[in-house]
């Protein structure tokens, strides 16, 4: 029973996380911005998903429309500023980070500063095998699935996908066979925001509403990236998701909140110094 | 540095100097100096000698959501004694210095009001961490500070932040806010507590004393949880909570993890089997709640906008005409207005204004206008003797008005001496 | 290439000894902390301008320097604060900071992952601060008494006051101004520079790169260490927020507006960016961290090497004939 209970803990846990992360999968994983902002684009996310309940919107119009909202600012941003800086990833950490710290101003100024909240579309909680699961919460999860499913597809099967793929694999290359550098970088950026803004909103309801809220998972997010491995779109963000996510929940079992945070920190670290390019990848690429 | 001499077009020569780096950082340096002296230059030109109280607030950071509430209540209790004459016959100012949320930005803040602005004295800060930051600054540059936060108590080892004589605590400790209601909730809902705290001193030190009163009473603690800050999920807490079988979940979360807990709390359907105690959330957290959330929960503080004591009502009038009818108050805000107005009437009193005669007149002061009722302070400890209300949330809330009903209340509850070498 | 290139600094130092003989009271007592940011910025310019190394851990090592110099006045009050503390504290930063790197580096973690991982000793050191609490004091900070520098039983420099305490301060970052600048102009800077460049062909001429970027990273330690011992030692006061991920970003912020391929940039853009998001949030609390945002992403872009360059450039072009 118990252990029913854990592992659906855990799962529900690296679900949210691997939701969370996976705008940063796209960007950092397959076009190698080090995305500083992205807690900014999962807290832009759910104001956008607040504002649009507010106009009495069905909830699941108002997910697609802050993702939409939070892409269209994800292509600004590139177009603006982040496309002159593919070659320099440091540099593109310090811009991101900028935009960060604007767009939380902006955000502050917007909406103010008071805590925010949003209901979830499915109140209540249903049994399973004795434990308790709030509706929404597994129906984030399923989400979750679905979504990291389709991205896959996408990536792995359709033409767009395999374009993606060259262009990373070597850019040069890639241009020289007629295809769109700048196009395709634009798209994935846009794409990996929606995933932000969609992440930031479907989160919300689960969590306070205010100007910093997307941060809790900035950090836990690159780890997740780091940790699954760079470039692997669907186990790397499951498996890393898991492991950060997983780990800090059964560490929490033995100890009490603080060391099993700190100690999923330093197993990062490890891990990162064990597999320096992830655990899906066997060797340095 | 160069000088050139050119020729332009007519022949006349043109003296050009050109800047050098030297010069360059030269006049960015003056220009730098000028800035950080000009706001004393620019006040000093104004009106006939003001009294300057220095408040520090959080502004912006993480705490921002509080900032609001914390600096109206000063602000409203200036607009009154100013409207009045102010004090000696001097308007009184506020100089404002944002703490950012930030312990060492307050001992910045703190130095700057004193020495630069030259405050007579301090009000504010917000956390306990901000006040310990600005015990050393007012206990060496000897000003007073008025604190209005609730917190955990004055225990010997945090001085100069507690325990200090310059620093009068306006905010009740947890013997005034939750000792008097322990009784009424272990009746009703059962012994067995499960304490969950984000983790710094306020919550583990009030859970500490807590505990001694629940002992007194033949209760029992099944469970102690503290939460790092930025926490998301929950789920292992739920189920330590679940597998203690409480009979009440006595709460001390901060900030946003308060709401991300109580959010997940509620998901969860656990309201209907547990009670919740809070010793933290008022309303600006509340009212980020929701009513689903929060409602039936139990809350317990020296102030609501929701009591109905004559002076609350008329304090809300004036407080709704200056900041707007939804504008949020709370328990730090009304200890802003009500420290704000009793150092008007100690500084009356004495007569004269330096910080050993404020002091001298704050200890045993009272302000029978405060909107709680009348408060006191004591002589002792520099600790505000206030109510004590215990409300719920009503489940159907829609504004502030309508969002806590009373359900017990003390008019004066006395705490326990401060632990501390008395009197201070 | 500068006539003046090897005594800028003294520019910069003689500027700031006068402040305390023009200024008095807030300046003077503020001015040293923002003095040791400059420091604590010189720390990061010295790994990131030279090894390409960027670190988001700085404000870990600054915590590391000053809750072991607060504890060691609080627990030890009978030793030699200033010069055996200093020496612990050093030698303290400089261990973690090598053990940290050592780890990291001896397997060939690249530089982009390297960052991630300061950052997480950031959030380490924070979470150590804040739970260690009956040690630390928790959030509720630590205190620090004031302290005297002794020899023996003779008290050589009374700190109490504030004009001795900024000079004393000045000083130290002076010397550490001109050991970073001779480790930059000798061997182990060529050598770290090198691999900036281009880490294999350093591999390839038989020098251990992972070698030299720990140790620069174990002198970036230390030096940060230090600054934080000194920073706690003056401000009385210490808490957990000074080791996180917030500050540590705030030195990134410094480095890249004063120049990271200059010390002198660093610790100017240290001092003078604390500066001023002190003085734009007096004048507009609310909008201040918009103006500073924005003055990042210009610096960023269009100006790479910080204002340190901008000085450079124009030099350069008034000396060209």
């Known amino acids: 029973m118990e252990f029913i209970g854990i592992s659906i803990d855990v799962l529900l846990i690296t679900s949210t996380l691997a939701l969370a992360a996976f705008g940063l999968a796209i960007v950092y994983g397959l076009i190698g911005v080090i995305n500083m902002g992205h807690g900014a684009m999962l807290t832009l996310g759910a104001y956008l998903t607040w504002y649009f309940i507010s106009l009495n919107i069905p909830f699941f119009l108002c997910i697609i429309f802050s993702g939409i909202g939070v892409a269209l600012v994800g292509i600004a941003l590139e177009h603006f500023i982040i496309r002159k800086f593919y070659d320099r990833p440091f540099d593109t950490l310090l811009l991101t980070w900028a935009f960060f710290l604007i767009t939380t101003e902006v955000i502050k100024i917007i909406f103010g500063t008071d805590f925010k909240n949003i209901e979830a579309p499915i109140a209540g909680a249903f049994e399973v095998f004795g434990v308790n699961i709030p509706a929404y919460r597994f129906l984030v999860c399923l989400f979750t699935i679905f979504l990291i499913t389709i991205s896959n597809i996408i990536f792995l099967k359709t033409d767009l996908g395999i374009k993606i793929r060259a262009l990373i694999q070597n850019k040069e290359v890639a241009g020289l066979m007629g295809l769109d550098i700048n196009l395709t970088y634009k798209a994935v950026f846009g794409f990996g925001s929606f995933m932000a803004g969609i992440a930031g909103g479907l989160i919300a309801p689960m969590l306070s509403i205010d100007p910093y809220m997307g941060n809790i998972y900035l950090v836990r997010s690159f780890f997740v990236v780091i940790v699954g491995g760079v470039g692997h779109l669907l186990s790397g963000t499951v498996i890393g998701s898991f492991l950060i996510g997983g780990t800090e929940t059964l560490f929490a079992i033995f100890s009490d909140q603080v060391v099993s945070q700190a100690s999923v920190f330093l197993l990062a670290i490890v891990l990162l110094r064990l597999r320096p390019n992830g655990i899906m990848n066997k060797k340095d690429v | 540095m160069e000088v050139r001499v050119k020729k332009n077009k007519k022949n006349k020569s043109i003296v050009n100097k050109k800047i050098s780096r030297r010069d360059a950082i030269k006049s960015i340096g003056y220009l730098a100096i000028g800035a950080l002296a000009s706001p004393a230059l620019i006040r000093s030109a104004h009106a006939a000698n003001p009294i300057k109280v220095g408040v520090i607030s959080p502004l912006s950071g993480a705490w921002t959501v509080y900032g609001k509430a914390h600096i109206a209540g000063f602000e409203l209790a200036v607009d009154e004694i100013n409207a009045k004459g102010g004090v000696l016959g001097r308007k009184m100012e506020l100089v404002i210095g944002d703490s950012k949320t930030e312990p060492r930005i307050v001992v910045e803040q703190a130095n700057r009001l004193i020495r630069n602005e030259k405050v007579d004295f301090l009000a504010g800060t917000f956390s306990s961490a901000e006040r310990n930051a600005a015990g050393p600054v007012v206990k060496a540059l000897d000003k007073v500070l008025l604190y209005p936060t609730f917190y955990e108590g004055q225990e010997k080892e945090y001085y100069p932040g507690v325990c200090n004589k310059n620093i009068f605590m306006f905010g009740p400790e947890p013997t005034q806010q939750v000792w008097p209601h322990m009784e009424y909730m272990m009746n009703k809902f059962g012994k067995k507590f499960f304490m969950i705290g984000s983790d710094y001193a306020w919550p583990r030190v009030t859970n500490m004393v807590t505990k001694r009163k629940l002992k007194e009473l033949g209760g029992s603690v099944v469970g102690e949880v503290y939460i790092p800050f930025g926490t998301p999920q929950y789920e292992s807490v739920l189920r330590d909570i679940r597998n203690a079988k409480p009979d009440i979940i006595f709460h001390s979360l901060t900030g946003s993890d308060t709401v991300n807990f109580r959010q997940q709390f509620a998901a969860a359907g656990m309201k209907e089997d547990f009670a919740l105690w809070t010793v933290d959330d008022e309303e600006v957290v509340t009212t980020g709640l929701g009513p689903k959330v929060s409602g039936n929960d139990y809350v317990s503080f020296d102030y609501f906008m929701s009591i109905k004591h004559p002076n609350n009502a008329k304090f809300l009038k004036n407080f709704r005409k200056k900041f707007g009818q939804d504008a949020l108050m709370n328990t730090v805000g009304v200890a802003m207005y009500n420290a704000a107005h009793m150092a008007a009437l100690a500084i009356e009193k004495a007569g004269k204004l330096d910080t050993a005669s404020l002091r001298e007149n704050l200890k045993g002061i009272s302000f029978n206008d405060a909107p709680q009722g009348p408060v006191t302070m004591r002589k002792d400890d520099n600790q505000i003797i206030v109510p004590s209300y215990l409300m719920q949330v009503n489940p159907s809330w829609t504004n502030v008005g309508n969002m806590f009903n009373e359900v017990q209340s003390f008019q004066k509850v006395v705490p326990l001496a401060a632990r501390c070498s008395l009197p201070l | ?321």
């Open chain 3, 1 to 321: 290439m500068f006539k003046y290139k090897k005594f800028n600094f003294i520019f910069i130092f003689v500027f700031l000894t006068f402040i305390p003989m023009i200024f008095k009271g807030y300046i003077v007592f503020i001015l040293p902390q923002y003095i040791l940011f400059g420091v604590l910025a010189m720390s990061l310019a010295f790994i990131w301008g030279n090894a390409g190394i960027l670190s988001f851990g700085q404000a870990s090592f600054f915590a590391i320097g000053g809750y072991t110099f607060g504890l060691l006045i609080k627990f030890f009050p009978e030793i030699n604060h200033f010069f055996l503390g200093s020496l612990i504290v050093i030698f303290l930063g400089f261990v973690v900071a090598v053990i940290t790197s050592y780890f990291l580096f001896s397997a060939g973690v690249k530089a982009t992952y390297f960052v991630l991982a300061t950052l997480a000793l950031s959030i380490l050191t924070e979470q150590l601060a804040v739970t260690k609490s009956t040690l630390t004091g928790g959030w509720n900070g630590l205190f620090v008494d004031r302290i005297n520098i002794k020899v023996g039983d003779f008290t050589l420099l009374d700190l109490s006051g504030d004009v001795k305490f900024f000079y004393l301060i000045l000083f130290i970052s002076l010397i550490t101004y001109l050991i970073l600048n001779y480790l930059e102009n000798n061997k182990i800077g060529k050598v770290l520079r090198g691999i900036r460049e281009n880490e294999n062909r350093m591999l390839a001429m038989g020098y251990k790169t992972s070698f030299y970027k720990t140790v620069a990273f174990g002198v970036s330690g230390s030096v940060a260490a230090l600054a934080g011992a000194l920073y706690a030692a003056h401000a009385s006061f210490i808490s957990p927020s000074i080791a996180g991920v917030l500050f540590s970003t705030e030195v990134v912020v410094w480095v890249a507006i004063g120049g990271r391929y200059s010390l002198l940039g660093a610790f100017a853009g240290g001092i003078i960016v604390s500066f001023l998001s002190s003085y734009l949030s007096t004048i507009t609390p609310q909008y201040w961290q918009l103006f500073l945002g924005i003055i990042f992403i210009v610096t960023i872009i269009f100006f790479k090497d910080g204002l340190a360059g901008i000085f450079k450039k124009r030099y350069e072009r008034n000396n060209i004939k």
